[in-house]
T-cell receptor, first 113, second 112 residues
Framework: AQSVTQPDIHITVSEGASLELRCNYS??????LFWYVQSPGQGLQLLLK??????LVQGIKGFEAEFKRSQSSFNLRKPSVHWSDAAEYFC???????????FGKGTRLSVIA | KAGVTQTPRYLIKTRGQQVTLSCSPI?????VSWYQQTPGQGLQFLFE???????NKGNFPGRFSGRQFSNSRSEMNVSTLELGDSALYLC???????????FGQGTRLTVV
């Protein structure tokens, strides 16, 4: 069965510092890959996606992610974090077009001044 | 383009009652998926409907059911509510050919 691992439950970074959130997946082929962000009590907002092609993908709010096939990873990065980035971040895998997304447990990001 | 709309946003129900949640997908999207989100279990997939047919189903008891109408709007129903059903229920819509899903704001269900 497909699985997604986000090793960090909670990360705290200073405003202006760089950020990297880790995501590893278990799946035989290259799946569709996504990062979502969720503010408290809200739904999930799609940050970025990887289907194929260039392994470095750009998303909204200044986020980017890099797909590394050899490591089965899809890590999310941002060069300079803003206080408004504090939220929960979910990595998700879609094995195919007609199967549901599988989500990681999420990483909660706190931003300090 | 309007996003995914879920109603109601908040619900308080008593144990043993039943509840119906509604989801209106993005125009043109034919797939609607439902997820339950709790602090302990994270995001758990309930079921997915595509063109009025249940295409995928998660591992939830039969008390959880859903349906999709010809206009792609979807409802989910939970019967005989239990305290453990308290959660944020999220609906997501997609075109159905790739799993790029767009989520609604969710319905917060509290069972007392």
């Amino acid at each position: 069965a497909q699985s997604v691992t986000q090793p960090d439950i909670h990360i705290t970074v200073s405003e202006g510092a760089s950020l990297e959130l880790r995501c590893n997946y278990s799946y035989g082929a290259t799946p569709y890959l996504f990062w979502y962000v969720q503010s408290p009590g809200q739904g999930l907002q799609l940050l970025l996606k990887y289907f194929s092609g260039d392994t470095l993908v750009q998303g909204i709010k200044g986020f980017e992610a890099e797909f590394k096939r050899s490591q089965s990873s899809f890590n999310l990065r941002k060069p300079s974090v803003h206080w408004s980035d504090a939220a929960e971040y979910f990595c998700a895998v879609g094995p195919s077009g007609n199967t549901p997304l599988v989500f990681g447990k999420g990483t909660r990001l706190s931003v300090i001044a | 383009k309007a996003g995914v709309t879920q109603t109601p946003r908040y619900l308080i129900k008593t144990r043993g009652q039943q509840v119906t949640l509604s989801c209106s997908p993005i125009s043109g999207h034919r797939s609607v998926s439902w997820y339950q989100q709790t602090p302990g279990q994270g995001l758990q997939f309930l079921f997915e409907y595509f063109s009025e047919t249940q295409r995928n189903k998660g591992n939830f008891p039969g008390r959880f059911s859903g349906r999709q109408f010809s206009n792609s709007r979807s409802e989910m129903n939970v019967s005989t509510l239990e305290l453990g059903d308290s959660a944020l229920y999220l609906c997501a819509s997609s075109l159905g050919k790739v799993p790029e899903a767009f989520f609604g704001q969710g319905t917060r269900l509290t069972v007392v």
